[in-house]
Nanobody
Framework: QVQLVESGGGLVQAGGSLRLSCAAS????????MGWFRQAPGKEREFVAT????????NYADSVKGRFTISREYAKNTVNLQMNSLKPEDTAVYYC????????????WGQGTQVTVSS
């Protein structure tokens, strides 16, 4: 059974940094892409960043380019999201997700971790 467990959320002041981690287990993820999404109160869930597990190809939402960096650690089966220069509009619940390479939809989701950026 696939499990994705996020950690690292919290409260930070604007301009600060946080590092989110997603521990993946339950299968081999070499043919998967891993993504981070977020959902703010009253808004739809939106894409933040993605990385292919095998080749490390990344893609980012325009709103986070240059501030966020997604990476993966093979040995720990973990995907990280380094968030710098945080803004109040980055406040949301952040979710880790996994999809098979080439697929459009994400099949597996974590429970989410809250990120709050104060002004």
């Amino acid at each position: 059974q696939v499990q994705l467990v996020e950690s690292g959320g919290g409260l930070v002041q604007a301009g600060g940094s946080l590092r989110l981690s997603c521990a993946a287990s339950g299968r081999t993820f070499s043919r998967f892409a891993m993504g981070w999404f977020r959902q703010a109160p009253g808004k739809e869930r939106e894409f933040v960043a993605t990385i292919t597990w095998s080749s490390g190809i990344t893609n980012y939402a325009d709103s986070v380019k240059g501030r966020f960096t997604i990476s993966r650690e093979y040995a720990k089966n973990t995907v990280n999201l380094q968030m710098n220069s945080l803004k109040p509009e980055d406040t949301a619940v952040y979710y880790c997700a996994a999809r098979q390479s080439g697929a459009r939809d994400y099949d597996y989701w974590g429970q989410g971790t809250q990120v709050t950026v104060s002004s």
